[in-house]
């Protein structure tokens, strides 16, 4: 309180100040007094139309729940790709030289532990030890990514006359997973090829991805968005990401 008196008193005096040297500077600028008081009386209001603008985007990412791709209208697509990488400060997409994503929302099943190799254990994956360790290796081999994402990628039309290069060249492609009942957004690599039937579950996360999202908290129901990062979004490691909420 006396703090900011301090700072309110040696303004009005350097503006003193100002309008003895060029007494002109009245009808340019108003004291900082003045404009300090005009911005506490914007910023609440401010916040208040931010929050309710996100409440729009997340609310209308959220409709697209289980819908394919092609089915998503193409305007809905450009606004949520536009309005959500202004929100994360990244960009966004939904399709690259690659191919598209298979769902846009989708429900997220929690995988075991990927193995790094053949002789790897549980024991090299003691953050989540309860989580297990799936005994067979991914589509793409023996995985080390602790933030993996699995896609359903076989539904892709066109996937089956992909060649294997074609195929494997998704494994350098980093992804944004979203939840959106909180807001919390994690850069993922994909690591394998599924769920192989949709019906309830449209992707799988890795145990950090799960747990670290909050996906399966009260409220959420595994509901998980996921986007493409374009090709300049290669620099960023894979783990939660810290934006302004």
């Not at 989540?128 to 896609?151: C, D, T, V």
Request: hydrophobic share 35%; glycine share 6%; aromatic share 10%.
């Amino acid at each position: 309180m006396f703090q900011q008196q301090d700072l309110t008193q040696q303004a009005d005096l350097a503006y003193e100040h100002l309008l003895q040297v060029f007494p002109l500077a009245k009808k340019f600028h108003p004291s900082l007094h003045q404009r300090i008081s005009v911005d506490q009386s914007l910023k609440e209001p401010l916040q208040e139309f931010n929050r309710s603008e996100k409440s729009i985007i997340f609310d209308k990412l959220r409709q697209t729940h289980k819908q394919p791709l092609s089915s998503v209208p193409s305007e809905t697509l450009l606004y949520l790709e536009q309005q959500l990488g202004d929100i994360f400060g990244l960009a966004l997409t939904s399709e690259t030289n690659l191919g598209s994503l298979p769902y846009l929302v989708g429900q997220i099943e929690a995988q075991p532990h990927l193995k790094s190799s053949p002789t790897d254990t549980i024991n090299n994956h003691s953050s989540i030890l309860e989580a297990g360790l799936r005994p067979e290796r991914s589509y793409y081999g023996w995985q080390s990514e602790p933030y993996g994402i699995s896609l359903p990628l076989h539904e892709l039309a066109g996937w089956q006359t992909l060649s294997d290069k074609e195929r494997k060249a998704y494994l350098s492609q980093l992804t944004l997973v979203i939840n959106p009942w909180l807001e919390i957004a994690i850069v993922a690599k994909i690591v394998d090829i599924g769920p192989y039937h949709t019906q309830r579950y449209q992707y799988a996360g890795s145990p950090q991805l799960v747990r670290e999202g909050k996906f399966w908290n009260p409220g959420c129901n595994g509901l998980a968005a996921l986007f493409f990062l374009e090709s300049n979004s290669t620099h960023l490691k894979t783990g939660p990401l810290s934006y302004e909420r």
